[in-house]
Nanobody
Framework: EVQLQASGGGSVQAGGSLRLSCAASGFTFRDSAIGWFRQVPGKEREGVSCIDLSDETTYYAGSVKGRFTISSDNARKMVYLQMDSLKPEDTALYYC?????????WGKGTQVTVSS
């Protein structure tokens, strides 16, 4: 069974940092890509960053480039999102996602709240 579990959210002041973790199981980790998405109530879910675990190619949305860093630990089947220089507009519920055979799998979200 494919499972993703996001953790590490919290409340910080603007300019602070948080590191989100996504624990993955139930699929071949190295053959997949894992992405981080975020959603604010009333708005569409937004792609933040993703990593291709086969070659560690990374992607960042323009709004987070230079502030967020995605990384992976293949041995532990973990993907991390280091978030620095956080802004109030980063406040959202953050999810990790993978696609396997065209099916989307989502973990439970972790809330990030950034106060000004």
């Amino acid at each position: 069974e494919v499972q993703l579990q996001a953790s590490g959210g919290g409340s910080v002041q603007a300019g602070g940092s948080l590191r989100l973790s996504c624990a993955a199981s139930g699929f071949t980790f190295r053959d997949s890509a894992i992405g981080w998405f975020r959603q604010v109530p009333g708005k569409e879910r937004e792609g933040v960053s993703c990593i291709d675990l086969s070659d560690e190619t990374t992607y960042y949305a323009g709004s987070v480039k230079g502030r967020f860093t995605i990384s992976s630990d293949n041995a532990r089947k973990m993907v991390y999102l280091q978030m620095d220089s956080l802004k109030p507009e980063d406040t959202a519920l953050y999810y990790c996602n993978t696609q396997i055979r065209s099916l989307d799998y989502w973990g439970k979200g972790t809330q990030v709240t950034v106060s000004s």
